[in-house]
Structures are given as C-alpha cells and as structure tokens.
C-alpha cells in the first residue's frame, strides 16, 4: 500500500454519497473505483468524486489492482451475495452497511464469512461514533454503577424514497426492525455488555405507506412498535419507535439507568430534515442524573460543524471512517464491529419481526447456526 489509501464504492445511493464525503475529510485517500449500476446516482457520485473510474459489475471493480479497501453500501439484501463474491475473487479489507443481510437463509453464508474471510470485515454501525451516544456509553458504569434498564426511543420521519424503492418492502429489507433498529440492537449489547435471550415485540404499519401502490403492491414494511429483549445477564432492554413523528425536538432519546443513577442522551434527527420554523436545530447533549446527590447534570456534546454537514449522522460515519481507515492501514489491530456483532444485531431484529407477527417471545436461538450467542468483546 502506497501513502494514499485508494477506496473502491459500491453503491452511491444517499448513504454512499454521505460515505464518499466523509472519506474526503480524511488525509491521504483517494475514491479510486466505483460501481453504481443507477445513472442519476452516479452522476450525483461522480460530482463528489470526480477522480473516480466508473465500472459496470462488481467483479470490474474487484479487478482495479489499485484498491486497498471496499465499501459497500448497496441496497441490503446485495451484501451478502456481494461479500461472497469479494472473498472468491478478491478479499480486500471492506467496510459494508447495515443491516449486514437481511434473509435468515443467508445466516449459515455469513458465519462462514466470518470464520474464512481472510481480510478484515467492518460492519457500518455509525450510531456507535455519534458523540451522544459514545459519551453515554463511556459514562455507563460509573453513572449507573452497572445498567440494568436500557430505554431506546427513535420518533422520526418516515422511510426516504430509494431507487428502485426496494426498503418499502420486508422481502428486501429483512423489516423495519431489521433494516432501520439493528443499530439500536447492536448500541444495547455493546451498552449491557450482555448477550440477548428472547425478544417480544408488538407493531403495526398504521400510518405511512398506506395508498403508495409501486407496481402494483402495495408496501408491507411496519412504522410503529416496541420490543423488549431480555439479557443473560438479567438486564433488560426496550425499543420504542415511531416513524411518523416528523418535528420531534429529539429524533432519538436513549436511557440507562442502574442501582447508582441514571444516564441519557439526547440525539437530534438530520438537520436538512428539521422544520426551520421550528427555529435552531437543538444541540446533542448527555444528562447524568445520579440518585445522591439528587440533580441533573448536563454534558453537552457538540460536533465539529465541517464534520456534520458531511452527513446525516451528527459526525459518526466521519469517525467511524477514522477508525476503520486505522484498520486498514494496519495501525489498529481489528474492527470494533465484528461480523458476529452485525449478525447478531440482524437476528435480534429478525426476532423482533417474528414475535410482532406471531405475538409470542422468540429464543434468539431460534436463528443461530451454533444456538448461542458469544460475548461482546470490548463491551461496557
């Protein structure tokens, strides 16, 4: 590898874009190579990276001996299949966006990945790096003397329009809870330090999406539920969203609380999406409330502003970006989100929208090739 690091996209839909720009900020990498088979989505790319060479097919883009890493961030049901084909043909170190698949057949194909893939795997879960969130998490043990509740709650604006409007359907999104929470399933494993037993969950699709007719279907993806997931270690963990719930002060609110207090963060929604009317985009923050001494502390937890208009995700993808670049250029020994970790956040999604369809409680285990579930390395 030379000094500049050279990037090979794939896929350039809203978050590739916000990938390409993020990459940018870094010193010494370039966007070498992408694929993009939508031509209103390369053109929107090749505007943001206008050093880059156009390819038809992944398999084109795996030839450029140029590259030293991949990103993929086409749409989810593509990850695995697109995965396979980099470890058969060439495994490059690659970051690839959640939801890491979406399809339980695929289960057995990603836990081969995970033992044969010789090159490191990094599974894009950005709300990790959001500011916020990372302060709450940093602040967790001290603050709670050990979480025993963990509250998530995301009121938000409904699903973008993509092309081809492929995550208005469950068949390529694996489901609401799969394709938009299993962010929020990773943060609550890495927040409890614990591994999850069994979710129950109740949703509904009651309010968006509901006269859209797209070739002739009509879209069947949920847009309101909670679920709860229980710990091996007897903490437990609730989601709570809302996806008509546009304007909310705070996009998402998440709480954990133990014998010694509790700790919170407040994370604003994208601010290209907050009604100006509604006057200043509100500031992330993080409030410690210890049980004695009694009273609120605040800790806010601004984002460099150059960071934060590179995408939606108040500075994340940028840091995450940071961390990963370290990966590749073998200065950080392995990816802090694992193959095994963006698994199991897919199956504790995928448990969800089993248990809102069938109303029982769902044994993680139903959908793990070895029926357990290993710690999280590094967690709090």
Known sequence: MGSAVNYGIIGCGMMGQEHIRNIRLLPDTRIRTIFEPDAGMAAKAAELAPEATFVGSVAELLNDPGLDCVVIASPNHLHVRQLVEMQRHRPLPVLVEKPLLTDPADIGAVAALEREYPAPIWVAMEYRYMPPIAALVDRLGAATGGPVMLSIREHRFPFLHKVGNWNRFNRYTGGTFVEKCCHFFDLMRLALGAEPVRVMASAAQSVNHRDERLDGEVPDILDNGYVIVDFDNGARAMLELCMFAEGSR?????????????????????????????????????????????????????????????????????????????????????????????????????????????????????FLPDGTARPVPGAA
Not at 305 to 323: C, K, V
């Open 250 to 366: 705070y996009q998402e609110e998440i709480s954990a609380v133990g014998p010694l207090g509790k700790v919170e963060a407040f994370v604003p929604g994208p601010k290209r999406f907050w009604p100006s009317e509604l006057g200043p985009l509100p500031e992330p923050k993080v409030v410690l409330s210890p049980r004695e001494p009694r009273g609120p502390v605040e800790v806010p937890t601004p984002v460099d502003p150059t960071i934060l208009e590179a995408g939606d995700h108040n500075g994340s993808t940028f840091y995450q970006h940071q961390r990963f670049l370290e990966v590749v250029r073998g200065t950080r020994p392995a990816p802090d989100v694992t193959v095994r970790d963006g698994l199991l956040a897919v199956v504790m999604g995928l448990a969800a929208q089993r248990a809102a369809a069938e109303g029982r409680s769902v044994p993680v285990a139903e």
